[in-house]
């Protein structure tokens, strides 16, 4: 079998090539009883005296590189930055290693590290160590690892919801994947539309400061959000019910996702995250959320269930199953 | 003499065991006769004469109902009689309550039956025991598969056990020669369940007789009532009063699909002209709602014209005391199934309250449990039989049996290996619309109840409860096989995952639309080499792509090749295309006039329908050049569904099919000279511009395009285009399949899918492929649509890999 987009495009088809052909390849995949590779959380850990380590790495392709609200220099200091911060780590520093393919303009790069400097800033993280390569790629390709740390014991997993938990998405959905979308395919149409791609350390450690307990937490990137609630459901062992009014979407969102019949629950974020939070706590932690300048849209979106799996949607028109994406959409109604 | 007598079939509920008694009284017999859950065992002792005589009347004289699928007889000594403690019985014949079931071997839950003459006789007789009761019901008619809990069919089991019978029904019950002798759902207004009317909070209004009084006169004054009945609910109002169809349809957000109406015998005809099989299907016991043609002049004097917008009304005949009480001044009811789009009946008092309580206006409720939800059956005349266009109250679950001994398919193959399959239980679950799962024990397949469109949460519940109903219904406790469609995204498939996981056992998929060929196949019980068109609106390819317009060559191994199918066309942003069938005809029309053309032409359609912006078109037009987000369809649906938009009959479908469905019913009223003079046209044409004989591909861009210019110039009405649409399809299909089957040297030539529902396009493939001398494969106890693709699904794996 080859490699196809489908194997990374955030479903079924990439979780099965990541358990059988990378995880089962590898005898040790963890450290000091840390969160390992195994877990297949957001990052790992090593537990080192009273603290842990937080430990992850993320490649980053996109076409274009440069898009609205965004770039690949962009991307790659949020994804790292986001996927340390939904363990509940404070992120501390990233590495930079670039892939570039010859004839790239050095100007191009140029932009690119302005504004993976930017995002650093905005992050509070430093840029420690790096590494650059030229080969026959046909774009440029940016690898950061990142580090951060995190009190013992106290990192958020993926597997972590309890039954009544509520769940809040911090804002609008679909942004980044949508905006990405039409402009790989050449859709010129004057629309407000751009990616969010944004640090959420600050946004996540504003709640974590009050005291609130965070009981699972993820950053729906590549799949959306269906995908992160499905997965978080499933390695909870409990199933999550969702409200479809209460789905944060822009009109513009809802919109182009409506005409090219696309579910904007599958579609990729780079600015948001998705938590799991005790009933009791939610409207607080909501509160406290949307005083953040990227949390204004933020909705209490649903709750936690052991009454099914999975993840069931509420609608005007009944119950929909909302199934973890497998890649592209294929009709189903006749 | 002393003889051992097991039959199996349809023997429980259906007056089965008193027949017996009698028969063995008739012919001077002792012995006994035992409800087995899965058999009835029948002891006789007496001369061999009269025993001989027994055995022939238990063939030919049996009831109705019942059916008799094997008959095993044994011969026993008086020893063995003596053995079992069974000597009293030497000087009487005894009927024996139920045994304990413990065996697996398959029997069969008789479907609903529609009240007999005899109990519409008592109903109707001032002084009667159950004058005027509503759950009248005898050995011969009543519920049967709705009130069932599990086997054997005693009262106990059924939802009938929370009312212990009264004196005279107990009377009844015993005597051997009384019409309600082991009559299980036999009741009266004393002992038996009783109605009531309540408002939408539920408070109880009138109890009894006066409740179903006070119905009719609230339904004779236009109020929308929901009545629970036998094995559903319904929501009810006089077909007649267009402000009450008008409020329904209002209420339901259900504007233009036809509602299924009730109207008596006496009545129907008045605004209907059955032909005399649409007639004898309203009229069997089995009651289904039947597609009949509508009285042109006469229909808008009896029923509202907001019922109907086809040339057809979905018409039954009231089948349980109920429903007979509710008709006075009344012609006919509109009698809709009362869910809300998509979603599973409301069969519980509360549930019936708590969904309905914003559309309807006052509640008829009753005290029986519906154990099992049962929706309407519905028929159809096409091609001169009658076909099934849903199988379910007074089918379900009643088994379809297949002689695999016919066209010698056991003999020919490895018998260690036919025996094998005679014990093999498989359980398939269909597709998604229009759901049933099949379960099926050796022969016999056992098709659940409609279920309905899975992808719904609710309804893919119901299918998991209705599988193992049936599992509980044929006492299965095992599974060797489960089988499944190819789409990834299926509930069902997900679903038949879970199964196999619970069961142990191995998945298996079936193509649909090779599950659509095997079902046509077992359907007709013929299983030789064949070429099988199959049509309808979606099913995942084994290429990937969506199908739906395809030419199958079953050979003689049963592997199927798809040998010729509709021209590949770009169905945009999904699930969208069906809802919104311009998007097709947007995107068939650009790859012949071009894409901006086509813009500009579709830009005319702005302000047909609310939905449809020209930013929106902006957005479509760049999805068609870019691709994205678009899957590539061979759909039939599809392209009837860019003909329905492009002659502005329907913009937006609002029920399975609708686009397609109003597309025929269009064309139907085309006049019959310009129908002529459109054959005339189609049948003289040279075909090299419509198909690919190449590689047996019909260009539906030029059909389309063909439509798109007879619309420009006034040479033809909008009806005619519409026929002319389905026609030159239909000649394009027989000119494929002739070629096909000329160059394999098949004989044999299939009709499947929910298109073939479409009487146009059936009809012209069939009389053509009969004038060629083709035998000509059509359906008629499966359903044609997805309701058959379970059933198909299980003989496919048999075919496969069992015989
Ligand atoms: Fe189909
Ligand atoms: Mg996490
Ligand atoms: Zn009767
Ligand atoms: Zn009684």
């Given at each position: 079998m080859k490699i196809t987009r489908m194997h990374g495009a955030g479903g079924k088809v990439m979780q099965n090539l990541i358990g059988d052909v990378i995880l089962g390849s590898l005898s040790t995949t963890q450290?000091?009883?840390?969160?390992?590779?195994?877990?297949?959380?957001d990052g790992s850990t090593i537990p080192i005296g009273d603290n842990e380590i937080v430990f992850t790495v993320d490649g980053h392709t996109v076409?274009?590189?440069?898009?609205k609200g965004g770039d690949i220099g962009r991307i790659s200091v949020c994804g790292t930055v986001n996927d340390l911060s939904v363990m509940g780590a404070k992120p501390l520093a990233l590495s930079m290693s670039f892939v570039l393919p010859e004839g790239f303009d050095i100007e191009q790069l140029k932009e690119i590290m302005a504004s993976i400097n930017l995002a650093c800033e905005e992050a509070g993280v430093a840029v420690i160590t790096g590494d650059t390569k030229v080969s026959n790629v046909s774009d440029i390709i940016i690898s950061s690892a990142g580090i951060g740390i995190v009190e013992k014991g106290k990192a958020i997993r993926d597997k972590g919801m309890k039954e009544g938990d509520s769940i809040i998405v911090t804002g609008n959905l679909a942004e980044h994947g949508l905006t990405i979308l039409l402009s790989r395919e050449g859709f010129d149409m004057e629309s407000d539309?751009?990616?969010?791609?944004?640090?959420v350390n600050g946004l996540i450690q504003s709640v974590l400061s009050s005291g609130i307990t965070i009981n699972a937490m993820k950053d729906?990137?590549?799949?959306?959000l269906a995908d992160s609630l499905n997965e978080m459901a499933e390695k909870s062992g409990l199933g999550v019910t969702l409200q479809e009014d209460k789905i944060p979407l822009s009109e513009e969102v809802k919109f182009i996702s409506e005409a090219l019949g696309?579910?904007?629950?599958t579609v990729a974020n780079e600015g948001k995250v998705v938590m799991a939070i005790p009933k009791k706590d939610a409207e607080k932690a909501l509160e406290i959320i949307k005083e953040h300048p990227l949390g204004?849209?933020?909705?209490?979106v649903g709750d936690v269930t052991s009454e099914h799996k999975g993840v069931i949607m509420e609608t005007l028109v009944g119950k929909r199953v909302v199934d973890t994406p497998i890649g592209d959409p294929i009709p189903r109604v006749c | 003499m002393l003889k051992k007598i097991f039959v199996s079939g349809i023997?429980?509920?259906?007056?089965f065991r008193p027949f017996v008694y009698n028969i063995a009284e008739k012919n001077n017999l002792t012995g006994y006769v035992k409800n087995k859950g899965n058999f009835v065992e029948i002891i006789v002792n007496g001369n061999s004469n009269d025993i001989d005589n027994f055995i022939r009347n238990l063939k030919e004289?049996?009831?109705?109902l019942s059916k008799i699928n094997n008959l095993k007889i044994e011969n026993m000594d008086l020893k063995d009689l003596k053995n079992n403690n069974l000597s009293e019985l030497k000087d009487e014949f005894k009927i024996y309550s139920s045994q304990n079931v413990d065996n697996d071997v398959a029997g069969t839950i008789p479907p609903d039956v529609g009240l007999c003459e005899d109990c519409v006789r008592e109903l109707k007789a001032?002084?009667?025991?159950?004058?005027?009761?509503?759950f009248i019901a005898c050995v011969n008619c009543g519920p049967r598969f709705t009130v069932i809990?599990?086997?054997?069919?005693?009262r106990e089991n059924?939802?009938?056990?929370?009312f212990p019978l009264c004196e005279e029904c107990q009377e009844e019950y015993k005597n051997?020669?009384?019409?309600?002798?082991?009559?299980?759902a036999n009741c009266c207004e004393k002992c038996g369940p009783k109605v009531f009317l309540t408002d939408s909070k539920g408070k109880i209004l009138f109890e009894k007789e006066s409740a179903i009084k006070k119905t009719v006169e609230l339904l004779e004054n236009g109020k929308i009532i929901a009545i629970k009945g036998i094995g559903g609910t319904h929501l009810v109002c006089?077909?007649?009063?267009d402000e009450a169809v008008l409020e329904l349809r209002k209420r339901l957000n259900r504007p233009t699909q036809a509602f299924a109406i009730m109207s008596t015998e006496d009545k129907y005809k008045l605004f209907s002209e059955p032909t005399e099989l649409e007639d004898n299907a309203l009229n069997s016991y089995r009651k289904p709602i039947v597609a009949l043609k509508k009285?042109?002049?006469?229909y808008g004097k009896h029923i509202s014209?907001?019922?109907?917008?086809?040339?057809?009304l979905g018409v039954m005949l009231p089948y349980s005391g109920l429903h007979y009480l509710?008709?006075?001044?009344?012609?006919?009811y509109v009698m809709t199934?009362?869910?809300?789009?998509g979603l599973p009946m409301a069969i519980t008092n509360d549930k019936i309250i708590e969904s309905l309580k914003n559309i309807a206006d006052y509640f008829l409720l009753h005290?029986?449990?519906?154990?099992n939800r049962c929706d309407d059956s519905v028929l159809k005349q096409i091609s001169g039989r009658m076909m099934l266009l849903r199988r379910s109250?007074?089918?379900?679950?009643?088994p379809i049996e297949i002689?695999?001994?016919?066209?010698?398919l056991l003999n020919n193959k490895n018998n260690n290996k036919n025996n094998n399959i005679l014990s093999k239980n498989i359980l398939s679950v269909g597709a998604e619309l229009n759901s049933v799962a099949c379960l099926s024990k050796g022969n016999k397949f056992y098709m659940t109840q409609y279920i309905g469109n899975t992808s719904k949460y609710e309804t893919y519940n119901y299918l998991k409860d209705a599988v193992h109903n049936i599992l509980r219904l044929t006492n299965t406790?095992?599974?060797?096989m489960i089988v499944c469609d190819?789409?990834?995204?299926?509930n069902s498939k997900k679903f038949a995952n879970e199964l196999s996981k619970e069961y142990g056992t191995k998945l298996y998929d079936v193509q649909h639309h090779e599950a659509h060929v095997y079902s046509l196949m077992g359907d007709n019980e013929f299983f030789e080499p064949n070429i099988t068109i199959a049509l309808d609106g979606l099913g995942y390819g084994k290429d990937g792509n969506i199908w739906g317009g395809e030419l199958l060559y079953c050979d003689e191994k049963y592997d199927i090749h798809r040998v010729g199918h509709l021209e590949e066309q770009l169905q945009l942003g999904g699930d969208l295309s069906t809802k919104y069938p311009i998007r097709m005809l947007f995107s068939i029309l650009s790859k012949k006039i071009g894409l901006e053309k086509s813009f500009e032409f579709i830009k005319?359609?702005?302000?047909?329908?609310?939905?449809?912006?020209e930013k929106e078109l902006k957005l479509i037009k760049m999805q068609i050049k870019s691709g994205l987000n678009t899957s590539i369809t061979t759909s039939t649906g599809r392209f009837l569904d860019s003909i329905a938009s492009l002659l502005s009959?329907?913009?937006?479908?609002?029920?399975?099919?609708e686009p397609s469905i109003r597309l025929e019913a269009f064309a139907n009223n085309c006049s019959i000279s310009e129908k002529k003079q459109i054959l005339e046209l189609v049948e003289n044409k040279d075909y090299s511009k419509y198909i690919d004989y190449e590689n047996n591909i019909i260009n539906t861009t030029q059909i389309v395009y063909d439509c798109y210019e007879m619309l420009q110039n006034v040479a033809f009405s909008k009806n005619g285009i519409a026929y002319y649409a389905h026609l030159t399809l239909s000649h394009c299909l027989v000119g494929i399949s002739i070629k096909c089957a000329e160059n394999l040297n098949i004989k044999t030539i299939g009709l499947t899918g929910g298109?073939?529902?479409?009487k146009i396009i059936t009809e012209h493939i069939v009389t053509k492929l009969k004038n060629k001398g083709f035998k000509v494969l059509l359906h008629k106890n499966?359903?044609?649509?997805?309701?058959?693709i379970a059933f198909g699904q299980a003989l496919g794996y048999i075919l496969k890999n069992e015989l």
């Open positions: 450290v000091n009883g840390g969160i390992g590779l195994q877990d297949l959380d076409d274009p590189i440069f898009f539309l751009k990616s969010d791609v944004a640090p729906p990137t590549r799949g959306g696309i579910d904007p629950l204004k849209n933020a909705q209490i | 023997v429980q509920g259906v007056g004289e049996k009831p109705v001032k002084g009667d025991l159950r004058y005027n009761y509503p809990k599990k086997l054997p069919y005693d059924t939802s009938m056990d929370k051997p020669n009384n019409r309600r002798f082991h009559a299980q006089d077909a007649n009063n009285k042109e002049n006469e014209k907001n019922i109907s917008n086809l040339d057809t509710l008709f006075d001044k009344c012609t006919s199934s009362a869910n809300l789009p005290d029986r449990d519906i154990v109250r007074g089918y379900a679950p009643e002689d695999f001994s016919k066209n010698g406790n095992k599974l060797d190819l789409h990834p995204q299926f005319g359609y702005i302000g047909e329908y609310p939905e449809l912006t009959i329907c913009f937006k479908k609002t029920y399975d099919g298109v073939t529902y479409n499966v359903p044609n649509g997805d309701g058959g």
